[in-house]
């Protein structure tokens, strides 16, 4: 990768392939009067252009089967209606990019335009959807409480408050991208698409063309980033398949920026209106959350536009104990793109919420920030756990994370840093938070998706020279699977981490598989690698016994060698038993027939990762401007397999919460249209806005996985926004107003700074 | 983001480009750095029809001192300015080299071009608010030979100049050269379009500011001298208290309607105020190179 080496969608050479380009809707909302075509396929070198009735209006469908979802089906192109600017309407195949966008611009759309909806306020006035007539397409209400209004009531202290997180989106370095080709001789569509879900993308594009799985072949090459954004499928990798079927040519389709930002998916916009009630010592008696998740047009499929509510609303207490708890939480559709379960999925809003409530209390009640979380949080003695919500927590370091977060903050001299007194303004921000990770079927299936992932699979084998080839029905995109599977195989089988290669991505080579995403694959996918290696080691050992003639027990695999425990000298290289079973089969006594390989499939239930993040930001009064200047991270996922592979995870997680916390926001105008298409205005911090992450690590071993490992790959996304909008409150801490929404932009900053400053000043620290 | 179909010439004279521009007609562009060219085509939103490259022609990448005149050849690339220890540049200009190392990031300022920078007339770019600050000269090569435009006549409106058809920047003359001078900018990210702009230029005798100049970039359509905050500190002691007042003088000429419409003049005027006295107060310090991010307050 970093040598220049990967093969990206776009680097597989195919000359005389044909490019796509997209007609896109002009405008946010609208009926589709008229389409005309026929200037564009006058272009020389335009073989075709392409309109939802010319592919006989396929869709991606995406169900929940719950009474509170309202089904949507998400056109392949639009057809009847328009739903946001930059929704496609008319494809475009020519014999290259500059063809197809110069054809693309003598495509005529009549649309009639409507008023957009924008926000849940606006929801009912236009529907989007005609099968929810009040704009809303899930309304979850969980947990119903009969006495929590009560309790409320009866709280010494209760914060009515309000929280807003702004619309962003993944913005992988690579953006999306595909290649389609019909090969006659296999009857079948193979499609190169940077994804994170091979076989969801197969499924996906089988049914919307009305073909079979087995005539569809997705490969995943390289991909360059994810992050959500290529867990579900695209509609325009759809519309490429189903030109190269259609035409028998190869197409190909290369997601520019412009179209990534303004027209691929979103996340993470999303209101929060919370009560929550504490008693005089600062503990919770409860909390009543009204969640509002502003979805754009269409559920993406397979995951739908129930993701963000149903994760908010199930996992807002986080590691703390809320007494009694109720939320509601509703998916809005607006006339902006769809979203897609980005990076951290609506925990970096509920652990914004409750980090934001706990220091607001703590002021209040004057209480130490830190001591009101200690009486909060779940204690070590409380494991395993089941909150209001019906979660059950596995055990996790949620104490001793903080405690070590904040010695840590000390001893680097953060409160000194704090002091100032240079003309800048610094805050520290504490948060804590658990996250769940690895969701398996039986958790999955609680949302009940139509299509229900969660386990995951696995085959291992050892070729006839001692090398293993892993498959994983897991895709990483830039995890480092390559090392960590190698590592998981190779401890299995007591042979070099070298001597195993990763195979994914190829739903021809792999059976199956979910994919990447959730947080799963070290976990689910190295699970069953584990299991696959492990009964692998089994069958080894037992052909090391015949040679040695000991029994397979009395086998250990270690350093390349099939060994008598406790006569290392009695041994025989693994080489030697790969060659004894595939040339000299006929010198064992039994299974001839039977090869190095084996297989392993893991489904456990998640698992809760727990971290603690300190932010230390600094403020320039006379500009607005913000900054994080250090960085500290406690993490526990389980026991660590590769730390520097961990440490990545945090640290770019931990870059992608500080954009959301300052930086990235796609905003629209009143009319609906996007108003950053581009990077001069979504504004992707650079290496010169993240400051170093120091990053620790505990290590609370998980029961319920192969290896011991939790998920770890969105905490450091989940936890920065929170921490980085708790150190600028700190920041401000003799000012009456308070920040409660992300992006924090400078002109709010010198808002909270005019708007005078509070009476009482308690330096919470 | 592919640009629409245009012609592409390369021009080795300065008379062969204008000659070439005035036989393709009006449609066609002059393509020097490139850096804000390209993308504007690649969005559709510059639509040449015909490009002349303007890079092989010779002898119009230099920085010269004439007398109290520096005369900067409009192929001289932004990165040329920024590394330049020339003590001709410096002495009296040191503004230039520390307000390169604020334009875009190192790839732009590689390429780009100072020319360029003035003759698209962005009203952030820092070659356009000094070549106010520094009542430049812009000497422009047309049909009927040279002719020099002063800066004030120069900047006409958004992105847009006193250049008639067909003509080609030659050389930007910086003049009035000052002991004291600075460019500040703030932006959210290191190396953006500033959201605003502050330069100032003056000297100091009997502890007594003299020859005072100040623009502001990101205010309105064109770098906005500021003649009030000028005529208050000509004679004006220089210290804290002048510099917060002519910083006062400075917020107030941003006025709603001058600057990009995002809804928040106010911020923007705040922003100004700051600026102009941080850069007030550097530039008295000496010559500096810039701060990140607005500098230390």
Not at chain 1, 690 to 697: G, L, N, Q, S, T
Request: include cysteine; aromatic fraction near 6%.
């Amino acid at each position: 990768m970093l040598r220049g080496a990967a093969t990206f969608v776009e680097d597989i050479p195919r000359p005389h392939a044909h490019h796509l380009a997209f007609v896109r809707s002009p405008v946010a909302a609208g009926r589709i009067a008229g389409i005309g075509t026929e200037d564009a396929r006058a272009v020389p070198g335009v073989l075709a252009v392409v309109t939802a009735a010319d592919l006989g209006h396929p869709s991606l469908t995406a169900v929940l089967e719950r009474d509170e979802f309202v089904p949507t089906s998400m056109p392949l192109l639009a057809h009847d209606r328009v739903r946001y600017a930059g929704e496609p309407v008319v494809a475009v195949v020519a014999e290259s990019r500059y063809v197809a966008e110069d054809a693309a611009e003598r495509v005529w759309c009549d649309i009639e335009e409507c008023d957009p909806v924008l926000s849940l306020a606006d929801a009912a006035s236009t529907p989007v959807h005609p099968e929810a007539p009040d704009g809303v397409l899930v309304d979850l209400q969980m947990f119903a409480d009969d006495l929590l209004d009560e309790s409320l009531a009866r709280a010494p202290l209760v914060l009515e408050e309000t929280f807003r997180s702004g619309r962003v989106t993944a913005a992988p370095m690579e953006a999306r991208a595909c290649l389609a080709e019909w090969r006659d001789r296999d009857e079948q569509l193979v499609l190169h698409c940077s994804t994170q879900v091979p076989h969801q993308v197969r499924t996906g594009v089988a049914q919307a063309l009305g073909i079979a799985e087995r005539q569809v072949r997705v490969v995943a090459p390289d991909v360059g980033g994810g992050f959500g954004l290529k867990c579900v499928v695209g509609r325009e990798e759809v519309v490429a398949a189903a030109v190269a079927a259609r035409w028998r040519v190869p197409v190909r389709w290369t997601e520019d920026r412009q179209e990534n930002l303004t027209a691929a998916f979103h996340g993470h916009e999303q209101e929060y209106r919370v009560r929550a009630g504490f008693d005089a010592e600062g503990r919770f008696v409860g909390v009543d959350a009204d969640i509002v998740c502003s979805v754009g047009a269409y559920s993406a499929y397979p995951f739908s536009c129930g993701v963000e509510p149903l994760m908010a609303a199930t996992e807002l207490p986080g590691v703390y104990k809320v007494g009694r708890y109720a939320a509601r939480a509703r998916g809005v559709a607006t006339n902006k793109p769809p979203t897609a379960p980005y990076r951290g999925v609506s925990r970096p809003q509920i652990v914004l919420v409750m980090e934001r409530l706990l220091d607001k209390a703590a002021r209040r009640l004057g209480i130490d920030r830190v001591e009101i979380r200690r009486r909060n949080t779940i204690a070590p003695h409380e494991f395993p756990y089941t909150g209001p919500n019906g979660i059950t927590y596995e055990p996790g370091s949620y104490l001793e994370a903080l405690e070590r977060c904040v010695r840590e903050v000390t001893d680097a001299g953060w409160w000194e840093r704090r002091a100032g007194g240079d003309g800048l303004r610094r805050g520290i921000g504490l948060v804590n938070f658990s996250e769940r990770t690895a969701y398996g079927t039986a958790t999955m299936g609680l949302r009940r998706m139509q299509m229900t992932p969660g386990f995951d699979v696995s085959h291992v084998r050892m070729d006839a020279s001692g090398d293993v080839v892993v498959t994983s029905g897991t895709c990483g995109h830039g995890q480092g699977h390559e090392t960590t599977f190698a590592q998981i195989v190779a401890d299995r089988l007591g042979i070099r981490p070298e001597r195993v290669k990763l195979r994914q991505g190829d739903t021809d080579l792999v059976s199956f598989g979910w994919g990447t995403w959730g947080s799963r694959s070290l976990v689910i996918g190295g699970g069953a690698a584990a299991v696959a290696a492990r009964t692998l080691a089994g069958r080894l050992k037992a052909i090391a016994g015949e040679l040695l003639e000991v029994g397979p027990g009395d086998i250990e695999l270690a350093d390349g060698y099939a060994r008598v425990r406790g006569v290392p000298e009695a041994r025989v290289a693994v080489e030697e038993i790969a060659a004894t079973v595939h040339f000299r089969s006929h010198t064992l006594s039994r299974h001839h027939d039977q090869l190095l390989e084996a297989r392993g499939a893991a489904d456990p239930p998640g698992m809760f990762s727990n971290a603690a993040h300190a932010a230390l930001v600094e403020v320039d009064p006379g500009t607005g401007d913000a900054r994080v200047v250090d960085y500290l991270v406690v993490e526990d996922c389980g026991v660590v397999v590769n730390p520097t592979v961990v440490d990545g995870q945090v640290r770019g997680g931990v870059a992608q919460g500080i954009a959301a916390a300052l930086y990235e926001e796609l905003t629209y105008s009143p009319e609906g249209q996007p108003l950053a298409g581009t990077f001069m205005d979504y504004l992707v911090p650079t290496a010169s806005e993240i400051p170093p992450v120091a990053v620790h690590h505990l290590q609370t071993p998980c029961e319920l996985t192969e290896t011991g490992a939790k998920g770890m790959g969105e905490g450091g996304t989940i936890g920065a926004p929170a921490a980085v909008l708790a150190a600028l409150n700190d920041a401000l801490r003799d000012c009456e107003a308070d920040l409660d929404h992300i992006p924090v932009r400078p002109a709010d900053i010198l808002r909270v700074l005019t708007t005078g400053t509070r009476t009482e000043r308690e330096d919470t620290a | 983001m592919k640009p629409a179909p245009f012609e592409y010439h390369r021009a080795y004279t300065p008379k062969e480009v204008t000659e070439l521009l005035l036989e393709l007609g009006e449609d066609a562009k002059i393509l020097a750095g490139g850096q804000s060219l390209v993308p504007m085509m690649n969005f559709r939103l510059a639509r040449p029809t015909a490009l002349v490259d303007i890079n092989p022609v010779s002898g119009l990448d230099y920085i010269r001192r004439d007398g109290d005149v520096l005369r900067v050849g409009a192929l001289t690339r932004h990165r040329s300015v920024e590394l330049s220890t020339e003590p001709d540049v410096h002495n009296g200009f040191s503004v230039l080299p520390g307000a390169a190392r604020w334009i875009g990031h190192f790839p732009i300022r590689s390429r780009g071009t100072v020319g360029g920078s003035i003759a698209h007339a962005d009203p952030t770019a820092e070659w356009c608010l000094l070549a106010r600050l520094y009542d430049a000269e812009i000497v422009v090569l047309g049909e009927h030979g040279t002719r020099t435009v002063p800066s004030d006549e120069w900047f006409t409106g958004f992105l847009t100049t006193a250049a008639l058809p067909g003509e080609l920047v030659l050389e930007t003359r910086f003049r009035r050269p000052r002991r004291h001078g600075t460019l500040l900018e703030y932006a959210r990210r290191r190396g953006d379009f500033a959201i605003a702009a502050v330069a100032v230029a003056f000297d100091i005798t009997d502890n007594r500011c003299h020859d005072v100049s100040m623009v502001l970039g990101g205010v309105a359509n064109e770098p906005l001298r500021v003649p009030e905050a000028e005529a208050y500190l000509e004679g004006a002691e220089p210290g804290e208290r002048a510099w917060a007042e002519a910083a006062r003088l400075a917020a107030e000429a941003v006025t709603p309607g001058t600057g990009p419409d995002d809804g928040d003049h106010g911020y923007r005027r705040h922003l100004v105020g700051t600026l102009a006295r941080r850069a007030l107060a550097e530039a008295q310090a000496g010559p500096a190179g810039p701060r990140p991010r607005g500098g230390a307050s």
